[in-house]
């Protein structure tokens, strides 16, 4: 089995976000996966995964803020256009989601009610290793993940109402699965990357920050084979990676407007 596909891998930094994922009562934290095992010299310890929530939106959004930027109107995330009391919920340089009778470029990447989005994003799982060394047998990211008991309302001192909430730090890896896209449509995401600003809850309050560090374009072959070994069938995957070179990003655009002319 021989498949082929293109991938945008971006690096990125976090001072400290919080993905706000899974909330139970009063406590947000983020999205568990579960406990791997890993191995640091001869023993194993246990460790939580945890599910980096949010990036899809924050791609996005990221993209909404560039089409803006050179005055292409795209879908917005609402699809509806004004509150009851009439206040406008879609600013200018925007239509209400899924409403564009040609899809827009943001719709004809990341769909709509009825269209499945044509781009897939993922991130290795997140963990907290003590260890300096260590070995898994899953991909993971080690980060920084925090946990903070805080106090939202005291009564003499003794909380009557405290909630837990959960962080992460450090650099960490997405890919976006570009496969199904056009050049053209793989240049307007990468340059929506630069507009990438904030991942999760609380930006007001200064969290969230996320720094694009880089990113490449890689088209990559997995080539998957089987083989008799011990009398099961044994499964073997290789991955080749290359880099793809784009010059002139910018120029989606010349080529978009010749597409809707
Ligand atoms: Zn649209």
């Keep these: 089995m021989k498949k082929t596909k293109k991938q945008l891998v971006v690096r990125a930094f976090t001072p400290i976000a919080k993905p706000l994922n899974a909330s139970i009562q009063k406590n947000s934290t983020m999205l568990l996966l579960g406990e791997i095992p890993y191995i640091n ?19 996005r959004h990221a993209a909404m803020s560039l ?22 919920l879609i600013p ?26 044509r781009i897939s994003v993922y991130a290795d799982p997140i963990t907290s290793i003590s260890h300096k060394e260590y070995n898994t047998d899953v991909a993971v990211q080690r980060v920084h993940i925090l946990s903070e008991n805080r106090i939202a309302l005291s009564y003499e001192g003794i909380p009557i109402q ?24 793989i240049k307007f995401l990468m340059e929506s990357l630069l507009y990438i600003e904030t991942l999760g809850g609380g930006k007001n309050a200064g969290y969230g920050q996320v720094k694009l560090l880089d990113f490449d374009l890689l088209k990559i072959e997995v080539i998957k084979t089987v083989k008799r070994n011990n009398g099961i069938y044994k499964v073997n995957e290789e991955i080749e ?8 990003i910018e120029d989606w655009r010349t080529i978009l407007d010749a597409l809707d002319a």
């Design 41 to 59: 010299g001869e023993k194993t310890f246990n460790t939580k995964v945890y599910y980096i929530k949010g990036l899809r939106g924050m791609l």
């Design 67 to 88: 089409a803006q930027d050179c005055g292409i109107e795209v879908c917005h995330t609402s699809e509806k256009t004004e509150l009851k009391d009439g206040t406008k």
């Design 92 to 117: 200018n340089g925007f239509h209400p989601f899924g409403a564009c009778d040609t899809p827009c470029i943001l719709r004809r990447i990341f769909g709509s009610f009825r269209e499945e989005s």
């Design 162 to 185: 405290d909630f837990r909430e959960s962080y992460f730090s450090g650099y960490f890896t997405f890919s976006i699965d570009v496969t199904l896209l056009t050049k053209e449509e």
């Design 241 to 248: 990676a290359e880099s793809i070179e784009f010059d002139e």
